[in-house]
Each structure stands twice: as structure tokens, then as C-alpha cells.
């Protein structure tokens, strides 16, 4: 779900204000607030803009909530590491359009124990990096592992790289070695 702010507009959200600017797109869950609650925004897809209509026909208990979401938690959709544990739906929130965000989940993803290939793949097409995409010297072993892929030459050039440090990080090249 996508909404985009009509107004400047600062809600206290996962217990701490956010400051958001007019015509800034939020997603996900805080989207999904803010039209329910009548927060300053216009709806930005269709998910949006059926919650809207539900809202001006006054109905649905439970209004602004996903499916089978009743008495779950909601995800932190603004903290600065994806949702692992969550479902997938909950990753594609957090990350939203955010190219970077996806990178980040591509690299927490892969690390699981059973990586969701179908989730890897919608990962991959938001975050589409480009031929002059370079090599994240210096990045989180996720984000390397985001830029890597299963792409062997990437592989080869982040292990090497890596293998430079003054202390190579092992849990990193060993997922390296498995691509070369």
C-alpha cells in the first residue's frame, strides 16, 4: 500500500515522531495508518484507494489492516533492518520502492536457512542495478551479498576485495566461495 502526503505532516509512529513533507510516497504499514486515521494523504495505488473506499462507505471493523494481520504486531516498516522474520508481504513493506532497502533485504534474505526464491525475485526487480552499479567497497556484508547476487564474476571480484582486509569477515567469503 502506497499513500503520498498532501501536506507537511509529523504523526508519532513506532513510539517516535515522523517527520514526513508534503508529496513524500510512504508505504506499507504507516501508509495504511495515516489513510486510516485521516492523516493529510491521497492514495497512490489500488490497494490505497480500496481502503479508501471502504473508509467512505463506513465499512469493516479493523479498518487500515491486512487479511489475518489482526493481533499480529506490525512490522517496523521504518527501522533501519528488514524484517527477517516476517512474512514476505512484511519485507516488501519495509522496502517499498527503495532500491537501496532492497539490497539490504536481497542480502538478509539469502542469509536465511531457506532463502523465499519467490520473494528474492520481486526483491531483484526493485532493485535492478545497473552496468555502472559499483562494486559497495567498504558496505555491510549484505550489501555485498545484495550487489553479488549469484552473479560468479561479482563473486569473485567481492572476494577479492574481501580477502584484502585487514580482517576478511569468514561468514562473508564463505558465502562468496559457494558463487565462484
Not at 484507494?49 to 462507505?57: F, V
Not at 512490522?75 to 519495509?94: I, K
Amino acid at each position: 500500500m502506497r499513500v503520498r502526503l498532501t501536506e507537511d505532516h509529523s504523526p508519532y509512529w513506532n513510539y517516535q515522531v515522523v517527520n514526513l513533507r508534503k508529496g513524500q510516497a510512504v508505504n506499507g504499514d504507516l501508509a495504511r495508518y495515516l489513510l486510516s486515521t485521516g492523516g493529510p494523504v491521497e492514495a497512490d495505488d489500488d490497494e490505497a484507494r480500496n481502503l479508501e473506499a471502504q473508509m467512505e462507505a463506513g465499512d469493516g471493523d479493523n479498518l487500515g489492516q491486512r487479511e489475518g494481520d489482526v493481533g499480529k504486531p506490525l512490522p517496523d516498516t521504518l527501522g533501519d533492518e528488514p524484517p527477517v522474520n516476517g512474512s514476505a508481504d512484511d519485507v516488501l513493506d519495509w522496502v517499498g520502492h527503495d532500491q537501496e532497502r532492497a539490497a539490504r533485504a536481497i542480502g538478509a534474505e539469502t542469509e536465511r536457512d531457506e532463502p523465499r526464491e519467490d520473494l528474492l525475485e520481486r526483491l531483484r526487480q526493485i532493485h535492478q542495478p545497473g552496468s555502472a552499479d559499483a562494486y559497495p567497497d567498504g558496505g555491510s556484508a549484505e550489501d555485498i551479498k545484495a550487489w553479488v547476487g549469484d552473479d560468479p564474476e561479482r563473486a569473485r571480484t567481492a572476494l577479492d576485495a574481501e580477502e584484502q582486509r585487514d580482517k576478511p569477515r569468514t561468514t562473508l567469503t564463505a558465502h562468496l566461495k559457494k558463487i565462484v
